[in-house]
């Protein structure tokens, strides 16, 4: 799909939806400088055209009793299209899975677990990740402090 240009008014209220996505059609559309009507009919272009791809919710991790975050980096037995595929569905079958990527370097996917603790990671390391016959290893990474998450796409 065809990126739209994107003029002043879009670019501000792709910012303004990615720091508030409930916020009503009337207040976007005043912070924007834009009556509600064609503010109304940019939002609808920009999620037709793919830039917005949907409103949800944003959850405490550790309110949600999953205060440990991992990175785990897997690298397949060998590159073809049966393995990634394989990986890809395992992944995406994973609630504690949050975000998953095929990656260049030394691993080959990159996937990000929410997890209770310690315990939990080790459960899904040898009952999940080691029992997949197509991973040869297994690397993680636990995260110690939490910086910036879920920033803002500049526009």
């Known amino acids: ?3 739209p240009p994107l003029d002043g008014f879009d670019r501000k209220i792709l910012l303004l939806l990615q720091e508030d996505g409930r916020m009503s059609m009337t207040d976007l559309a005043e912070k924007v400088g834009l009556s509600a009507t064609p503010c109304q009919r940019r939002v609808k272009r ?3 055209a793919g830039l917005i791809t949907g409103y949800r919710a944003q959850i405490s991790r550790t309110a949600a009793g999953r205060a440990l975050t ?17 990986v890809q569905q395992a992944m995406a079958a994973m609630p504690e899975v949050v975000a998953c990527y ?8 990159m996937v990000e677990l929410v997890l ?8 899904i390391l040898f009952g999940k990740f080691l029992k997949m016959p197509m991973i040869k290893d297994v690397n993680t990474t636990f995260v110690l402090r939490t910086v ?7 526009v």
Not at 102 to 109: H, L, R, V, W, Y
């Open 1 to 3: 799909m065809e990126k």
């Open 46 to 48: 920009l999620e037709e």
């Open 70 to 86: 991992a990175f785990v980096y897997l690298k397949v037995d060998n590159h073809g299209e049966a393995t990634s595929n394989a």
């Open 102 to 109: 095929i990656t260049s370097g030394e691993a080959d996917f």
């Open 116 to 123: 209770p603790d310690l315990a939990a990671y080790e459960a």
């Open 148 to 154: 910036k998450q879920d920033g803002a796409i500049p």
